[in-house]
């Protein structure tokens, strides 16, 4: 709850504010951020709302996120924060870095994907691990809800904040106020044109965290680290941004600042920056990527040594639900975009040595850009040997159709590798039971999540579980 200092009787909840004009008109608000620009008939609706009490601006997400920091004491001022940014890879970095600053002994906040969670180090000196977690809903909370996450931060003793800024976060002006002290950049490629509509409105939104957010942020040391690993993103965000004044800037690119000495399904050998090796069970060059971007920022803006980093990092349990290992040949990947898909199955692929085979399970959510259900299709048909296509959240739409959708990019050469199974549970445990034991299974799509929504109810569902009560059962089965 933030109290705002203006409105002192007067408490903002998350969900229930409404801040603007796109809002549903029945919505139970307090206080009304109202564009200036609206139109009569608008203004009059959104006045007329109980006793909310009013605010107009020109920006109303600018004057939201300024007047939510002012409400929570500005605490963003007194915290180290770090914004990361991407298609992929944001979970991914900001568990790394959480990792590292708590295992070096700072107390850590992350934000993202997986809710917040505070970190510190162990009691036995080995690494760190999470005292605290709580689910959000939200990738980037709304400004409100985050600005007293910070307050709380500053309460419990954290002084860093490492976060997930989504583009829509950026567009609608979640980090309003935050006062930030690096951005990182990760990667473009296609995903949310449901809501940009165009892959160069995605890439400006993109763009913001260090044209806008960064410059206006009042830290003395700022720092962004721009990745970037593809023509793509190149094209999309290294000549978009201009100059940074006051930032320092360090653009990294495959090959320039990293290589990976070595990869297998068992862990990754990196040389990073010229200043030495890091010894990784993380698997897959995206991780390699992850890491180096991570270990870029905590250089630059904490002057963390690789030998240190390195050390911290050898006791790394990995991301939930990111090419998580369940058993000996089975993983489970958030991987929802075309990218992403393309990253992991691609890695297995360069990885294996022998004649086993890549089985994939992986669907595409409902209500989202359908853009991208064709071009994973095909890349599934690409890579795998086997091709399980099935449902990940429906949502409203009906679950068959999405599939026919994704079967239509998988191109004819690869048909034969096809299997189309409408119900999640049931495609895993054909895909385990039609699999020889040397065979590999991943599943896409959900990693961490431990629900699945249909229709417009979320149902308890993890294919976490999915594996592990086949696996079992296959053991009971054998004696």
């Known amino acids: 709850m933030i109290r705002f200092n203006k409105f002192p009787e007067l408490q903002l909840r998350g969900r229930r504010l409404v801040w603007d004009t796109r809002q549903s008109e029945g919505a139970d608000a307090e206080i009304v951020y109202l564009n200036s620009s609206a139109s009569l008939d608008v203004s009059t609706k959104l006045r007329g709302r109980l006793a909310a009490a009013e605010v107009v601006a020109d920006d109303v997400v600018t004057r939201l996120g300024r007047d939510s920091s002012e ?5 963003s001022r007194r915290l180290c924060v770090i914004g990361v940014t991407g298609t992929n890879g944001k979970t991914s970095g900001t568990h790394i870095m959480a990792y590292a600053l708590a295992a070096l002994g700072k107390r850590v906040m992350q934000i993202g994907t997986l809710g917040v969670q505070v970190w510190e180090k162990r009691p036995d000196h080995v ?46 002006g ?37 044209s806008r957010e960064l410059l206006i942020s009042s830290k003395k040391r700022k720092v962004a680290v721009i990745g970037l690993p593809d023509q793509m993103s190149e094209s999309f965000f290294a000549n978009g941004i201009g100059e940074l004044p006051g930032v320092t800037r360090r653009d990294l690119r ?78 489970v990947d958030y991987a929802h975009t075309p990218d992403a898909l393309e990253k992991v199955l691609s890695t297995l692929r360069t990885t294996l040595r022998g004649d086993e085979k ?119 089965a054998r004696g």
């Open 127 to 172: 690494g760190a691990h999470i005292v605290f977690s709580e689910e959000t809903g939200f990738t980037t909370p709304q400004a409100p809800s985050l600005h007293d996450l910070f307050r709380q931060a500053l309460e419990a003793g954290v002084t860093h904040v490492v976060m997930e800024v989504s583009s829509h976060a950026l567009i609608l």
């Open 358 to 476: 890549i089985v994939v399970v992986f669907g595409c959510g409902g209500d989202r850009d359908r853009g991208k259900r064709r071009q994973m299709g095909q890349i599934a048909g690409q890579w795998a040997d086997v091709v399980w296509v099935t449902s990940d959240n429906p949502r409203t739409e009906d679950p068959q159709s999405i599939l026919d959708q994704i079967v239509v990019g998988v191109e004819a050469k690869d048909r034969l590798k096809l299997r189309i199974c409408v119900d999640r549970a049931e495609a895993i445990r054909r895909a385990l039971e039609e699999s020889r034991p040397i065979d590999v299974l991943i599943v896409c799509g959900k990693g961490h999540e431990s629900y699945q929504i249909i229709g417009t109810e979320k149902f308890p569902f993890s294919d976490q579980d999915c594996i592990k009560t086949y696996l079992k059962s296959s053991l009971d």
């Open 71 to 75: 409400a929570a004491g500005f605490p």
């Open 174 to 210: 979640r980090v309003s106020g935050v006062e930030f002290d690096g951005g990182i950049f990760t990667n473009l490629s296609q995903d949310h044109l449901d809501f940009h509509g165009t892959m160069e409105a995605y890439g400006a939104a993109k763009r913001l965290l260090f």
């Open 254 to 331: 495959i090959g320039e600042f990293f290589s990976v000495d070595a990869a297998s399904l068992s862990g990754l050998e990196l040389s990073l920056g010229g200043h030495g090796k890091l010894q990784t069970t993380l698997i897959g060059v995206h991780n390699a990527w992850n890491l180096a971007l991570s270990f870029a920022m905590l250089e630059s803006l904490e002057g963390i040594a690789l030998a240190d980093f390195s050390r911290v990092m050898a006791s790394y349990p990995g991301i939930p639900g990111r090419f998580e290992r369940i058993g000996t040949h089975c993983f």
